[in-house]
């Protein structure tokens, strides 16, 4: 990894692009993978449990380097430029949700999403927490709240970044379905009021079929399965 400084393109047409991407651990995972995301647009991956979804979204999300391939995440090649490019990513223009919350346990719901807003030197959007329905408990400390709550909560932190790509790993997995479907639709909702993008990791083909585009990993190849 290279030191120094760059710039980046906010612009269209890519936020992402992923070229002839491979990555092994004991075995293939997958190889050859391309694919790219622009403004406003969603894609979903789809799979079976161990075929490389996760890797693929940390590979793309600046996590973890592919044994082969370049990612470029606002026209730089990630992966072959500076570390001070990638920690700059990371906290100023893409948000990762996980399934499992990662919550600061010992703080309230409001300093977990206060400290995404300082890192990113954003404002918090009262109106963000009311939609999230966490309004009243955004004081309560992270272990008094449900799972239902942590995971709206842990979800609401990324959005405060205003983020321009949203890497959404199972995102739901810990929440009813109206729960599901009401928070969704404000990453939905927010992706096309900030020309933002959705790289989503799922198996719930419902909402995976709510993304423009879904594709599949299957026999370490990635196809079009819409």
Do not use: W
């Not at 995440?73 to 949700?97: P, S």
């Not at 918090?124 to 009311?130: A, G, V």
């Not at 008094?144 to 405060?160: C, D, K, M």
């Amino acid at each position: 990894m290279r030191t120094g400084t760059s710039t980046f393109n906010l612009q269209p047409p890519f936020l992402l692009k992923a070229t002839n991407i491979s990555h092994s651990f004991d075995y293939p995972l997958f190889e050859n993978v391309d694919l790219s995301l622009k403004p406003k647009e969603s894609i979903a991956i789809v799979g079976v449990s161990g075929s490389g979804k996760s890797t693929l979204l940390h590979i793309l999300s600046t996590l973890l380097e592919p044994k082969k391939g370049n990612v470029f995440l606002f026209g730089k090649d990630i992966y072959n430029g500076t570390q001070k490019d990638i920690l700059k990513i990371r906290r100023e223009l893409i948000g990762i949700i996980f399934q499992s919350h990662y919550l600061f346990k010992g703080f309230s719901a409001f300093e977990n999403i206060k400290v995404a807003s300082l890192l990113a030197q954003k404002e918090i959007d009262k109106d963000l927490i009311e939609s999230f329905g966490i309004k009243n408990v955004i004081y309560k400390k992270v272990t008094e709240l449900s799972g239902g709550e942590q995971q709206r909560v842990s979800i609401a932190r990324v959005l405060t970044k205003r983020p321009k790509i949203i890497f959404a790993d199972e995102p739901t997995g810990n929440l009813d379905k109206k729960t599901a479907d009401e928070v969704m639709e404000k990453v939905f909702e927010y992706i096309h009021l900030n020309d933002a993008a959705l790289f989503l990791v799922t198996h719930d083909m419902e909402l995976a079929r709510k993304c423009n585009n879904v594709y599949r990993l299957d026999n370490r190849l990635l196809v079009i399965d819409n």
